[in-house]
Each structure stands twice: as C-alpha cells, then as structure tokens.
C-alpha cells in the first residue's frame, strides 16, 4: 500500500488538473463565474457582522467600537472556518458522487479528498485576498506576522485531510453521516471563537474550548494576521505532530477500507 505522500506525489499532476476543473466546474454556466468566490465572501462577512455587531452590539476585546475592525476581526476567525467546513461537509459524499471512478483499479480513490480540500484552499486564498484588501483600505498596512498564516493553517490542512479520508469512506458505509457531519459543523462555529475571543470566557472554560480542533487555528490566525503576535512554538508544533498523526490514521483507513466500496455501491 502507498503511503499518502507517495501517492500524493505520485498523482500529483491528475491532482492538480482535478482541483483545476473542480473550481471552474463550481461556476460554470453563471454570469458571474469565478467572481462568485469573491462576492460570497463579502457578503456573508456583512450579514455576520450586521447581526453581531449592530443587533447583538457585540464588541471585540480591543478598546475600540468600529464595526470595521470588527468586521475584519470576524473574517479572519471565518477564514478558518469556511475552509474546514467546505471540506468534511463535502467529504461523507465523495465516494458516491464519484462511484465511476471505483471500478476502476487503476484509478486513485484517495486523491478525492485532496482534490476537494485544493479546492478549499483556492477559496480560502481568495477571501483572503478579500480581507487583506479590506484591510489595507479602511486600517492600512496589516502587521508582518500576516505572513504566519499559511504556517498557521498548516496543521488545520493534515487535520482536514485526515477527517476527510475517515468521512469519505464512513459516507459510503453509513448514509446518515452526511447529516451528523452537517450538524457538528454547525454547532463548532458556534462554539469556535470566531464571534468573541477565547479571552472572554471563564478560564475552566478557556481550557473547554480548546479541545475543539479550530479553536486554536482562529485564535492563532487572528493573533499573526491583526494583532501583531507571533506563534507560540511548542504548542504549534504539537498540534503540527498531531495533526500528521491523525491525517496518517485518516490515509490508513480509508486505504483498509477502500476494498468493499465497490460491494455497497
């Protein structure tokens, strides 16, 4: 059995051409296109921040009552957020959106995920570039740390890959995981600091929260990209080692299990 990265880096070119067309297939056929990555983004960053900050008069731990800041405040921790979400939602389905591909021995099944989370990563860079514009528009030049961010997100990549191998083979099993995936990643955005800062709950809860995998991810990227905070090594490179640990478990799984996908379906 190939481990992950060598087949990762074997199929990397099919890989690449599948993210390719996943991405222009999304839009294609609308008047807008590629554009809707952009809009979407800014859009769902004005209703958050209209509820949260104009109805619920929610305010961040700054010493400052500006909606914009704010605003881009709740973006950072959404960047997080709409990345993972957008990949273990998708991934119960993968298989059986896909069920050509898996009488087909010659074709790499695990690639599936990755393609998906590729994918993921193109949007997530697009409202980033959505943030970063915003940013230097309305508060100016964001602190040097911003380019920490990709190292940030890093151990959330080998997390979400390894979640998605589990989920994409438990969805050809188990029908109904869809849904519990659904569900779950409802409530961690509520319960993610992405709407109020880790900081303002009680400390007994502060150590709660961050058994929640993203927890640490939106905190760190609203750390590098707007508060001018670098990483704090130990702990990342711990979650860094877990995260390969669980994305290899992921990889492992889907390979053991990948032989009776063709009985089910």
Not at 39 to 58: D, H, K
Not at 157 to 182: C, N, Y
Request: positive net charge.
């Amino acid at each position: 059995m190939l481990t992950a990265h060598a087949s990762l880096w074997k199929n990397r070119s099919l890989i690449k051409a599948l993210i390719v067309r996943e991405i222009i297939g999304r839009y294609r056929g609308s008047v807008m296109g590629v554009l809707w990555s952009f809009f979407l983004p800014v859009l769902m960053l004005a209703v958050y921040t209209f509820v949260f900050s104009v109805i619920f008069r929610a305010r961040w731990n700054t010493g400052s009552d500006s909606k914009t800041e704010f605003a881009l405040i709740l973006f950072a921790g959404l960047l997080v957020f709409n990345f993972f979400s957008e990949c273990v939602n998708r991934a119960p389905g993968l298989i059986l959106a896909n069920t050509s591909y898996v009488k087909k021995v010659v074709f790499p099944l695990e690639i599936l995920p990755i393609v998906t989370l590729g994918a993921a990563l193109f949007h997530c860079g697009v409202a980033l570039s959505v943030w970063l514009l915003f940013y230097v528009i309305f508060i100016g030049a964001p602190p040097l740390t911003a380019l920490l961010f990709p190292v940030v997100l890093l151990p959330l990549i080998f997390l979400t890959a390894g979640i998605s191998w589990l989920l994409a083979s438990l969805g050809v099993f188990l029908r109904d995981v869809a849904q519990v995936v659904g569900v779950v990643t409802t409530v961690l955005m509520f319960l993610s600091p992405i709407f109020f800062p880790a900081s303002a709950l009680p400390e007994s809860f502060q150590k709660v929260l961050l058994l929640n995998p993203l927890a640490l991810v939106v905190e760190q990227s609203r750390d590098v990209l707007i508060f001018g905070k670098t990483l704090p090594w130990g702990v990342y490179f711990a979650s860094l080692a877990g995260s390969v640990v669980i994305a290899w478990l992921g990889f492992a799984w889907f390979q053991k299990t990948r032989k009776g996908f063709a009985d089910v379906l």
